[in-house]
């Protein structure tokens, strides 16, 4: 848990490289007849931040490549100096900058670990009591420990990697895009430990994975460019990294998904009792918030987005798995020759559960959308089962066509909703079944392999 005092504190912090044009320049640089001409460029690759993290935070930096966030990490760790500013740490740190840092290629898997254990820190009898649980949690394949690192795959790298700083009992755990690296069973076997450590330890989370970004961390740190963009709760500056990268490209990501219409919507047989169930205590399903997070070219503004029953009624309560049609009205404000509006449903870590379009939604092309004028987009489905929880709705109208597709405004959480009774315990949606069924049978009755 954070307390008051502070394991990181940073004021004025920047770095700048030298950039030199021609290899001689570096040497002409260090002449002392150069009677002060500068022969290299500088670039600042981090600029002036002041930054305080306590003890027992965790704070993700996020931001594009080259924005200074493994800068801003190699100074944190002591392994480059600043330029300007300065930064101190209370603490032991475990960094994971890159795979395998440190590592020796000719030295085995055992070697290494001890190696870095000492590198971090580590006295000889406290690795004797642990190198069998690093190794155990590596989980590297028979006989691959004590062989040369040089015959090791990246993922078997960030094993090694990882287990070492995870057992090095650090009250700073640096993770830079370790996680982007090995298979399914090690990125969970991961995060539980990481979850483990930020009971006590500090932890700065670097990761694209901005669902994994929110789950872990309560803060957020935003680079661009080296500045300092955006620091504050994670949910609040993921919101404004993603608005502003969506609104910096070019193509359409966020309307590419295609969608078939289904013959006739599924009912499950359990939907009548939970329904039930969930219907005391239940409260209003949508609320649309206006004043969102949103960018665009302001061609056209989102007025209301709400969900329908099949009487065009608003839509109080949503259980899943009945027929909705989410609505989506505003106000075009300069002519939109090609519209596209497209929809997405995301859970509380920002994972896209399903999403749509009218560019594929629909075999008739929209007429352009007149300056002054208006436009509603309905679309009809049937709602899936997804666990209880709350969900958001994130809403667009672009230009298009789809490949060069431009937005005019995009809400990121233009309505959020819960849904408060389901039978989903596992995964991100539940299946609607026909019917589900046990029943005992008699020995003689079960089905023996054929030899």
């Not at 920047?14 to 290299?40: C, E, I, N, S, T």
């Amino acid at each position: 848990m954070p307390s008051d005092q502070p394991a990181i504190s940073a004021r004025g912090l920047a770095k700048a490289y030298r950039l030199f044009d021609r290899g001689h320049h570096r040497v002409l640089q260090q002449l002392p007849f150069g009677l002060g001409k500068r022969f290299y460029r500088e670039h600042w690759a981090l600029q002036e931040m002041d930054i305080d993290v306590a003890k027992g935070e965790s704070v993700a930096v996020i931001g594009r490549n080259g924005s200074g966030k493994s800068t801003f990490l190699q100074l944190l760790c002591g392994t480059s100096t600043p330029t300007k500013g300065w930064i101190e740490t209370t603490g032991r740190i475990a960094p994971l900058l890159e795979l395998g840092a440190g590592f020796a290629p000719e030295f085995t898997g055992r070697e290494n670990v001890r190696l870095a254990a000492s590198i971090l820190g580590i006295t000889r009898r406290e690795l004797d009591d642990r190198i069998e649980d690093i190794i155990e949690f590596a989980d590297l394949p028979d006989g691959f420990i004590d062989q040369a690192v040089k015959r090791y795959s990246s993922g078997m790298y960030a094993r090694l990697a990882f287990a070492v700083a995870i057992h090095v009992d650090a009250d700073i755990l640096v993770v830079d895009e370790i996680l982007a690296v090995g298979d399914g069973a090690f990125v969970q076997k991961c995060m539980r430990a990481i979850r483990e450590f930020k009971k006590e330890g500090t932890l700065f989370f670097v990761s694209h994975d901005t669902p994994a970004v929110l789950a872990l961390c309560e803060r957020a740190i935003w680079l661009d460019k080296g500045r300092l963009m955006a620091a504050g709760p994670a949910k609040d500056v993921v919101l404004e990294y993603e608005a502003s990268l969506k609104q910096r490209s070019v193509g359409s990501a966020g309307f590419e998904v295609t969608s078939r219409e289904a013959q006739a919507p599924v009912e499950d047989p359990r939907a009548e009792s939970l329904r039930a169930q969930a219907a005391s205590g239940t409260e209003a399903v949508a609320i649309f918030d206006p004043a969102a997070a949103s960018f665009g070219e302001g061609g056209a503004e989102i007025k209301r987005v709400r969900f329908l029953d099949e009487t065009n009624q608003d839509l109080d309560v949503l259980f899943g798995g009945e027929v909705v049609e989410l609505e989506i009205i505003g106000h075009v404000t300069s002519e939109i020759p090609s519209p596209i509006v497209g929809f997405y449903v995301q859970d509380r870590l920002g994972q896209v559960l399903f999403a749509d379009n009218t560019a594929f939604g629909t075999t008739v092309e929209c007429m352009p959308l007149k300056a002054g004028g208006g436009f509603r987009a309905g679309f009809r489905f049937q709602m899936p089962w997804m666990p209880a929880g709350e969900y958001s709705v994130g809403v667009a109208i672009a230009n298009g066509p789809v490949e060069e597709s431009v937005p005019q405004h995009w809400i990121e959480s233009a309505m959020t909703f819960r849904i408060h009774g389901s039978h989903v315990a596992v995964g991100l949606v539940g299946l609607p079944m026909l019917s589900v069924t046990l029943e005992p049978t008699v020995s003689d009755a079960v089905v023996q392999e054929q030899p």
